[in-house]
Nanobody, 114 residues
């Protein structure tokens, strides 16, 4: 399973770091990443990482503002969010395998104040 944390309220332009702690498997086994779902909208991909080869992917809105990283020793994936915008407000989920996700965490909510 995966469990997200780190969500909360952040002012527009601020920063926040989300964590996804995995248990029962190694994050090396899958491409794993972040998704988000805003109220009334479909869940969308944000960013992924392959800890096996270090490869990363970002959706266009995340490029230049978000950074995904991992700590194999902690079996954890992070999402550093900088220059947060009002439209980034959503519930953020960790999911895997990233491109056809079968497993999700419960999510962590990010609120952005203008």
């Amino acid at each position: 399973e995966v469990v997200e944390s780190g969500g909360g309220s952040v002012p527009s332009g601020g920063s926040l770091t989300l964590s996804c702690v995995a248990s029962g498997f190694s994050i090396d086994e899958y491409v794993i990443g972040w998704f988000r779902q805003a109220p009334g909208k479909a869940r969308e991909r944000v960013s992924s990482i392959s800890t096996k080869d270090g490869g990363t992917w970002y959706e266009d809105f995340a490029k230049g503002r978000f950074t995904i990283s991992s700590d194999k020793a902690k079996n954890t994936v992070y999402l550093q969010m900088n220059s947060v915008k009002v439209e980034d407000a959503a519930v953020y989920y960790c999911g895997f395998p990233f491109w056809v996700p079968d497993y999700w965490g419960p999510g962590t909510e990010v609120l952005v104040s203008s």
